[in-house]
């Protein structure tokens, strides 16, 4: 497809992690034939019933031209969330990028919760856990477990 704009002038490497349950940042670069004036925005829309919104709250580089996005209270939903990074420069128009991508899919899971072992002395050892929090509803047989133990 043919983008209007400065070919180059789109952000490059893209890329989005959900962590601590709700919280995600997204990050990019500058177009590297982006004028030096470019600036971008990121426009997200969680779910095709949502509206679709600007950033709140943008990372900065030493420049101020925005590198990124923090967001709060992200619920996952089962569909494709579509995120779409657009630009202006005095110069020149800038192409955007967009692209959509299942939320779940790059969700860091914290720990499972209430781990206890106990031991007995012929080293018999019964591990339980109950499963880490999320923001979306998943069977509990969809979590795989990878048990380390450092001292016998």
């Not at 580089?61 to 923090?70: L, M, V």
């Not at 018999?124 to 069977?139: F, G, K, L």
Request: charge should be negative.
């Amino acid at each position: 497809p043919v983008f209007a704009g400065l070919n180059g002038s789109a952000i490059e490497n893209f890329s989005c992690v959900i962590y601590n349950v709700s919280l995600m940042n997204c990050t990019w670069q500058a177009g590297r034939d982006a004028p030096g004036d470019t600036q971008y925005f990121l426009y997200w829309q969680n779910s095709r019933y949502d509206n679709e919104m600007e950033c709140e709250l943008y990372i900065k580089d030493e420049s101020g031209r925005n590198t990124g996005c923090r967001f709060q209270n992200v619920k996952i939903e089962p569909e494709r969330a579509y995120f779409l990074v657009n630009g202006s420069s005095k110069e020149s128009l800038i192409q955007f990028y967009d692209e959509y991508i299942l939320l779940y899919e790059i969700e860091i899971l914290t720990p499972p919760l209430n781990v206890t072992a106990n031991c007995t002395r012929d080293s018999n050892c019964n591990i339980t856990w109950q499963p880490p929090r999320i923001s979306h509803m998943v069977h509990e047989r969809c979590f795989e477990y990878e048990i380390s133990i450092q001292n016998k």
